[in-house]
């Protein structure tokens, strides 16, 4: 199986952005989920974003709404997703993940680092 792969993470200053791009080679058509999940250290992984492709609707956590942008280039198979006004309680690892649904979301990427810190 190929997983995904994600890159754009990195250190940014705290109200700064950053944009994450995922790549999903192994998809041959636009028709499938894809979402993306942090975790900071010694704490829960949590959705950060997800795009249900059935229904057409980007689900957000409650902590990133208003800030964070899930977007999709089907024609590259790239999901991406924009940080804006970032704060240092975003710093996580940032993972991206896709599936045949939004209910099973199971090929994980390898993740990528991103640090908010003046």
């Known amino acids: 199986q190929v997983h995904p792969v994600e890159s754009g993470g990195g250190l940014v200053p705290p109200g700064g952005s950053l944009r994450l791009s995922c790549v999903d080679s192994?998809?041959?058509?636009?028709?499938?989920?894809v979402g993306w999940f942090r975790q900071a250290p010694g704490k829960e992984r949590e959705l950060v974003a997800a795009f249900d492709w059935i229904s057409g609707v980007t689900h957000y956590g409650d902590s990133v709404k208003g800030r964070f942008t899930l977007s999709r280039d089907n024609a590259k198979n790239t999901a991406y997703l924009q940080m804006d006004s970032l704060k240092p309680e975003d710093t996580a690892v940032y993972s991206c993940?896709?599936?045949?649904?939004?209910?099973?979301?199971?090929?994980w990427g390898q993740g990528t680092q991103v640090t908010v810190s003046s």
């Open positions: 993940v896709t599936g045949e649904n939004i209910l099973s979301l199971d090929n």
């Open positions: 192994e998809r041959t058509s636009s028709d499938y989920a």
